[in-house]
């Protein structure tokens, strides 16, 4: 992703904590309460320009909705979209998803959202693709036990490695698209990069994986 610079975003974020929660990890198992009900809790890995999320807050009023973007210049957009659409159960994250498990208790996650995640196609960087088992790991801990992965991408490469990758670690394959826009998925929410790449004609590849049974600590 190319990013503009945007010196005042920092600065935007802290005005409204109420939408960018400023300090994560005092709030980590205790998130209901910030919601102010036992709601099923969703999170979006990346959440970008923030029009997946709004979109899911609008539908899902039942559900309350966490985005976490770790560059400010990109998250002052999905709070401009928050902010308009004054939606009470969605709340972002400046902050990096290695952390994860700083922000979320044990089992304190119904669901995590990776859409059109950085590929990183050099091996060397492997250990960065929020497939891979190091953040699988994070997301093992953080989802409840009946907790699932929703993953969409453009890349093949991408998806083929991390179907094996989820697979290896133990998550159940639930749901497996290999051309979404054909699949007959009706309730399909498009982020901004699914527009951009849909619109020139990209398949998009996505999937559902069921958390695998918790382990004895």
Same mark, same amino acid.
Do not use: M
């Given at each position: 992703m190319r990013l503009r610079n945007k010196p005042w975003a920092k600065d935007k974020?802290?005005?409204?904590?109420?939408?960018?929660i400023p300090d994560p990890g005092t709030k980590r198992g205790r998130w209901r309460e910030l919601f102010g009900n036992d709601r099923p809790i969703h999170v =979006?890995?990346?959440?970008?320009?923030g029009k997946f999320i709004t979109e899911m807050g609008r539908l899902h009023p039942d559900v309350n909705f966490i985005g976490i973007e770790l560059y400010p210049s990109?998250?002052?957009?999905?709070?401009?979209?928050?902010? =308009?659409?004054?939606?009470?159960? @969605?709340?972002?994250? #400046? !902050? #990096? !998803?290695?952390?994860?498990?700083?922000? +979320?208790?044990?089992?304190?996650v119904s669901r995590i959202y990776l859409n059109f995640s950085d590929p990183w196609p050099?091996?060397?960087?492997?250990? %960065?693709?929020?497939?891979?088992?190091? +953040?699988?790991?994070?997301?093992d801990r953080v989802l409840s036990d009946d907790g699932d992965l929703h993953f969409k991408t453009d890349n093949q490469s991408f998806f083929e490695y991390s179907l094996v990758s989820l697979s290896q670690y133990g998550f159940v394959l639930a749901s497996v698209q290999l051309d979404l826009h054909q699949s007959g998925i009706t309730d399909n929410v498009m982020?901004?990069?699914?527009?951009? +790449?849909?619109a020139k004609g990209n398949r998009i590849? %996505?999937?559902?994986? @069921? %958390?695998?049974?918790?382990?004895?600590?």
């Open positions: 974020i802290a005005a409204y904590p109420q939408y960018v =979006e890995i990346g959440t970008g320009k990109v998250l002052v957009s999905a709070l401009d979209k928050l902010i =308009e659409s004054e939606l009470s159960n @969605v709340k972002l994250l #400046n !902050a #990096n !998803a290695k952390d994860l498990t700083a922000f +979320f208790a044990d089992g304190e050099k091996k060397r960087h492997e250990k %960065r693709r929020l497939t891979h088992r190091g +953040f699988l790991a994070l997301y982020t901004e990069y699914e527009e951009k +790449f849909s590849y %996505r999937c559902e994986a @069921v %958390r695998p049974p918790r382990r004895p600590s």
